[in-house]
């Protein structure tokens, strides 16, 4: 049973930092595209970052050079390394195991975590 839970959220001013981390069971993390998405009220969930079994990663443009997604494949984990965050940053942030499609795109992921908050204040 494949489950993601994500951890590490919470309140922090604007250009300071946090660390998420998923914690993925039931299937072998290395061999998946992996990936962070955003949510605010209202709004659909948005890409933030994805990582590939190689490690290639790729990152929207508005956390790119702030953000790093990594991964740890014997703790089965994926991290989200979050600098420099910004106001517009806040958000729940949801972990996801892509199974087909653009990595982008929150259709081309078939398992989700539950989120976790983060907001970002001045």
């Known amino acids: 049973q494949v489950q993601l839970a994500e951890s590490g959220g919470g309140s922090v001013q604007v250009g300071g930092s946090l660390r998420l981390s998923c914690a993925a069971s039931?299937?072998?993390?290395?061999?998946?595209?992996m990936g962070w998405f955003r949510q605010t009220p209202g709004k659909e969930r948005e890409f933030v970052a994805a990582?590939?079994?190689?490690?290639?990663?790729s990152y929207a443009d508005s956390v790119k050079g702030r953000f790093t997604i990594s991964r740890d494949d014997a703790e089965k984990r994926l991290d989200l390394q979050m600098n420099r965050l910004q106001s517009e940053d806040t958000a729940v942030y949801y972990c996801?195991?892509?199974w087909g499609g653009g990595y982008y795109d929150t259709t081309s992921y078939g398992y989700w975590g539950q989120g976790t908050q983060v907001t970002v204040s001045s």
């Open positions: 039931g299937f072998t993390i290395g061999n998946s595209v």
């Open positions: 996801g195991r892509h």
């Open positions: 990582i590939w079994p190689g490690g290639i990663t």
